[in-house]
């Protein structure tokens, strides 16, 4: 096809779609789609939609009604504009978009990207289309592997997806439902992707999945690995100077992945590990299947191996049933644990989950309560955190132009984000920082040096 139509893919939630709505224009990208950041030029709008809290199909409605002006406009001018939902409400919403918004062309699934290109000719031939099953061919070999171009667009540090789904069954999560049983991606196309990503100019990779610690990919022999032994595959691919994962459970912290971050130097010393609440209580009324000391266990079983380790995590407030003693048990396992930061949510009941029908509603003053007096001891723990760092000096990997002419933006092995002065031609680099000033969302600092860290120099970049 030599025309060139553009897409626009406009992501909700978390990183996983972030990756995903990647992978959709590169599947489109053979079919003649180039990507634009402005919805108002494009043939085809993607909304690649999130599920996880309150109010998303409504959100989503809301956009889509924002899109249809958009798409109106397109036709007085004579050019017809196709809008597509996808992601988690797609799946969990199906045909009853089509129903409720007479705009909206063809509404997608979370497992069925790599069909974009067919759904999107059905529409073009005057189809409005619904594809939301779960299919039982694989989506990540069939999804387009990004190209050079594609990859290079996309800067130093990339997501790649090895994990999807989930069969915990959290009574107030709706992952399971929407994004299915729990896949992994075996090793070799994983290191294969990695390859091709570093060999673009790629030098970090982050690992995701809903439960990515559940990897359990099957390895080169056709025995199902660890997310530890991907993790020593990975870090011997030349040119990756950082390895990260997320999203992870306490469950699945299994040895062989605490004892990589002692072991590989590529393992940068951050883990996001969710614990939701403090109180065993509410533990189980959520059935994470840990307790308050299972995690207290995992965090210190991390801490021996990699005695740096920063910890951030997810909580919920106001699950149903949540007493005063149960909040007070989440805040002093925040003192306990000591996070770099947190995401803090209040507990929203999704249909369709067991929390959603529990006794012991908790009235949304009392939550928002909750949540301010979590956040507070959060904020407090994240100052300490970063202020900890204020003269020290710090490998940063830096990414791309910062704030400011002449400044790199950059990340520390923590993740913290740093503005540092320094030479264009240092992205991609990881450089020594010192640290000079500490802000309130991210840190200053002067290059240290203009030699390559070991870090770099082990793997020859
Ligand atoms: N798989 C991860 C885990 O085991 O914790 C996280 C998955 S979820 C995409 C991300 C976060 O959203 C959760 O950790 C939880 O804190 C929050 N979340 C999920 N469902 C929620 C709900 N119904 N209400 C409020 N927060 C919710
Ligand atoms: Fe949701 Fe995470 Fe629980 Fe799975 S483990 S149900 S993704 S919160």
């Not at 993790?231 to 030349?238: I, T």
């Not at 469950?251 to 940068?268: I, T, W």
């Not at 009235?363 to 970063?386: D, G, K, M, V, Y």
Request: with cysteine.
């Amino acid at each position: 096809m030599s025309e060139t139509r553009k897409v626009h893919v406009k992501s909700f939630g978390c990183q996983m779609n972030v990756y995903d709505s990647h992978r959709m224009a590169d599947t489109l990208a053979p079919a003649g789609y180039a990507e634009t950041g402005d919805p108002a030029d494009a043939d085809l709008v993607i909304l690649n939609t999130c599920h996880i809290r309150e109010k998303a199909a409504e959100k989503v409605y809301s956009e889509i009604g924002r899109i249809r002006v958009l798409k109106q406009e397109a036709a007085t001018l004579g050019r017809r504009m196709t809008i597509a939902v996808a992601g988690c409400v797609a799946q969990a919403e199906g045909a009853e978009i089509i129903r409720r918004a007479g705009a909206v062309d063809l509404v997608v699934g979370s497992q069925n990207y790599h069909r974009l290109p067919d759904l999107v000719a059905r529409v073009e031939a005057g189809e409005r289309v619904v594809d939301t099953e779960f299919p039982v061919d694989d989506k990540f070999d069939a999804l387009a592997a990004p190209g050079g171009d594609a990859i290079r667009k996309r800067g130093i540090s990339a997501f790649v997806t090895v994990q999807e789904g989930c069969d915990k069954f959290c009574t107030f999560c709706v992952v399971p439902y929407t994004r299915g049983a729990e896949v992994s991606r075996p090793v070799e196309k994983v290191a294969a992707e990695v390859e091709r990503l570093a060999q673009a100019g790629v030098r970090e990779v982050t690992l995701i999945g809903q439960n990515v610690n559940a990897y359990h990919g099957l390895d080169a022999d056709g025995r199902p690995a660890t997310l530890g032994k991907l993790l020593r595959r990975l870090s011997e691919v030349s040119g990756i100077v950082r390895l990260r994962y997320t999203t992870s459970h306490p469950r699945d912290m299994d040895d062989d992945l605490v004892a990589a971050h002692g072991d590989l130097a590529p393992l940068m010393p951050y883990v996001h590990l969710p614990v939701q609440s403090g109180s065993d209580r509410i533990l189980a009324a959520m059935n994470r299947r840990h307790t308050r000391r299972d995690y207290l266990d995992v965090i210190a079983r991390l801490r021996a191996a990699r005695p740096d380790l920063a910890f951030t995590s997810d909580f919920i407030v106001g699950f149903p049933g949540e007493t005063e003693d149960d909040f007070r048990a989440t805040l002093s396992l925040v003192e306990e644990v000591g996070f770099a930061t947190a995401y803090t949510f209040m507990y929203s009941p999704r249909p369709g989950t067991p929390a959603a029908d529990m006794a012991g509603q908790v009235a949304p003053e009392q939550q928002s309560e909750r949540l301010q007096r979590l956040q507070a001891l959060i904020t407090r723990q994240w100052r300490a955190f970063n202020a900890e760092f204020a003269g020290k000096t710090l490998d940063v990997l830096l990414e791309k132009p910062g704030r400011h002419p002449g400044q790199l933006v950059g990340r520390t092995p923590y993740l913290q984000t740093v503005q540092v002065i320094a030479r264009r031609s240092l992205t991609g680099s990881v450089s020594p920082v010192t640290i000079t000033e500490v802000g309130s969302n991210s840190l200053f600092g002067s290059l240290a040096s203009q030699h390559s860290t070991p870090e770099l120099a082990a793997t020859g970049v």
